[in-house]
């Protein structure tokens, strides 16, 4: 193949008689991602090693079925709240909404009617060295307690580099919140079935925000200095993972939300790089976003059955958030998720995949 390209597939019927479908993006190096108009869902994505042979890196499962309960989130679009609000207590304007409460007493993830659980419209584009699919839908007042409608637009960008770009914009018509954010699961070794314990990991920050037994930030941030959260310079995610500190045995490992330098909001430096040394395969990971929640795959439980009938492992893949940070309408010192009319929501990520040579 000589250029971008896009194709348009089958995947199965929703509960509601609705045909959910997939698009296929794939670039003039091999390189495709497979999206779904139900969750907005990365499917698949397959890159080159350094041999040039091609691998799935993301988690998921091989039919719509399984996606529609998905309690791990794999490959979806979050929102309208992405991560965690205490007790479902969402305060905007002096008064006091109450979300669903998905999460033990906690609001997760926009809820039982979340972004994740949305059949998506979708318009594909390709041309020069880009192709894409323009995902939208509608949030609508009172989903889960959510106060507006909420508008949502949210691209998806290949380009022959190998980069893959998420664009979102979100409107409403009400006071309320948006705090968007991609939910895959990385494993850039391609091989289902094994953790991801051995990738190096890099994290441009100084700090993190430390949580309590129900994964509620505390309204601080921690150095990372001296503890098994410093991945300022690159190094195993599994190196300190069993260490006996606190915020590992809340989080099963790695539940939290890294506070990024702020010269990365430029995204002219990676917030993050994950590299498989032996496969060759990196991501840089690149965000307008101050915040990073990474999720090391702990509580995987041991019937979790995915792609080509293998199960994933504890610690079988690696989500890397890019958002505003936890609990925020409750946490006045953090960066404010409040959404008005007239304003538009804005937030990109780019995940540009490479090799890098054996050391």
Known sequence: MTSVEVLKQGFGTHPSGADV???LLLNARGMHVRVLTYGGIVQSLEVPDRRGKLADVVLGFDTLEPYLANPF?????????????????LPIDGRVHQ????????????????????????????????????????????????????????????SSE???????????????????????YFNLSGVRGQPVLDHELMIDANQFTPVDDTLIPLGQHRGVDGTPFDFR????????????????????GYDHNWVLHERTRDMQSPAVR??????????????????????????FTPDLTGKGGVEYPRFGGIALETQHFP?????????????RPGEMYRSATV?????????
């Open 21 to 23: 479908d997939a698009y």
């Open 73 to 89: 989130y794999f490959g979806a679009l979050i929102g309208r709240n992405g991560n965690r609000i205490a007790n479902g207590r």
């Open 99 to 158: 979300l669903t409460r998905n999460n033990g007493a906690h609001h997760l993830h926009g809820g039982g009617k979340g972004l994740h659980q949305q059949l998506w419209k979708a318009e594909s584009f390709a041309g020069g060295r880009e192709c894409g699919v323009v995902m939208s839908c509608t949030s609508q007042d009172g989903d889960d307690g959510y106060p507006g409608t909420v508008s949502v637009r949210v691209t998806y960008t290949l």
């Open 162 to 184: 190998n980069r893959f770009v998420i664009a979102s914009e979100a409107t409403t018509d009400a006071p309320t919140v948006v705090n968007l954010t991609q939910h895959s």
């Open 233 to 252: 310079d690159s190094r195993a995610v599994g190196s300190r993972i069993h260490e006996a500190d606190e915020q590992l045995r809340i989080g099963s």
């Open 274 to 299: 994950l590299v498989h040394e032996a496969s060759g395969r990196s991501l840089e990971l690149f965000t307008t976003e101050p915040g990073l929640q990474v999720y090391s795959g702990g509580t």
């Open 327 to 339: 609990d925020a309408p409750n946490q006045p010192a953090f960066p404010s998720t409040v959404l």
């Open 351 to 359: 995940w540009q995949f490479g090799v890098v040579q054996p050391t």
